[in-house]
T-cell receptor, first 113, second 111 residues
Framework: EAGVVQSPRYKIIEKKQPVAFWCNPI?????LYWYLQNLGQGPELLIR????????DSQLPKDRFSAERLKGVDSTLKIQPAELGDSAVYLC???????????FGEGSRLTVL | QKEVEQDPGPLSVPEGAIVSLNCTYS??????FMWYRQYSRKGPELLMYTYSSGNKEDGRFTAQVDKSSKYISLFIRDSQPSDSATYLC???????????FGKGITLSVRP
């Protein structure tokens, strides 16, 4: 069974440029999460989807970050414009509603110069 | 005080040692407790998943939850160099709720 797939794995951009990350969750997993992981820290939730609906986006900086999950499967996280402090790893995870066990992708590592 | 505190590292042990990793938490609503292992430049990988208090064993790994003390532990027996990674504790209030993670501790097992 394929795991959570993320792309790109690495992205280097200049500040004020836009960037987008894509995530394909495990088949059959209704819940999708985007987490942010800074160096030496644990992941922190940005947004959680139940199917197409964003049910927790309280930690998403909405002035520059946006996310969507069309058709309740794939998801895209966008940053526009990027700032130096956005350099981090963006992790996507998915889970089944019943078990709640989160499975993570390998992450998208963003460097903003 | 952070909701989840994890023992600071790094931790270095010889091969074959028993390793104890610990986290404390302040939110008494946490019911789900997990341990993740994260290799360098990889995503976190679920190791152990426990609901409420008690012990759970899986091979060389044992997870313990003591809700009365708000304390969880992960024990690794007969540690191997392949266990060298960062270990993250994580907790949630519901089966599909947001997880709150500890900072992680980096373990190195010397051959």
């Amino acid at each position: 069974e394929a795991g959570v797939v993320q792309s790109p794995r690495y992205k280097i951009i200049e500040k004020k440029q836009p960037v987008a990350f894509w995530c394909n969750p495990i088949s059959g997993h209704n819940t999708l999460y985007w987490y942010l992981q800074n160096l030496g820290q644990g992941p922190e939730l940005l947004i959680r989807y139940e199917n197409e609906e964003a049910v927790d986006d309280s930690q998403l900086p909405k002035d520059r970050f946006s996310a969507e999950r069309l058709k309740g499967v794939d998801s895209t996280l966008k940053i526009q414009p990027a700032e130096l402090g956005d350099s981090a790893v963006y992790l996507c995870a998915s889970s089944q509603q019943i078990t709640g066990e989160l499975f993570f992708g390998e992450g998208s590592r963003l460097t903003v110069l | 005080q952070k909701e989840v505190e994890q023992d600071p590292g790094p931790l270095s042990v010889p091969e074959g040692a028993i390793v104890s990793l610990n986290c404390t938490y302040s939110n008494s609503a946490f019911q789900y407790f997990m341990w993740y292992r994260q290799y360098s430049r990889k995503g976190p990988e679920l190791l152990m998943y426990t609901y409420s208090s008690g012990n759970k064993e899986d091979g060389r790994f044992t997870a313990q939850v003591d809700k009365s003390s708000k304390y969880i532990s992960l024990f690794i027996r007969d540690s191997q160099p392949s266990d060298s990674a960062t270990y993250l504790c994580a907790m949630g209030t519901g089966a599909n709720s947001k997880l709150t993670f500890g900072k992680g501790i980096t373990l190195s097992v010397r051959p």
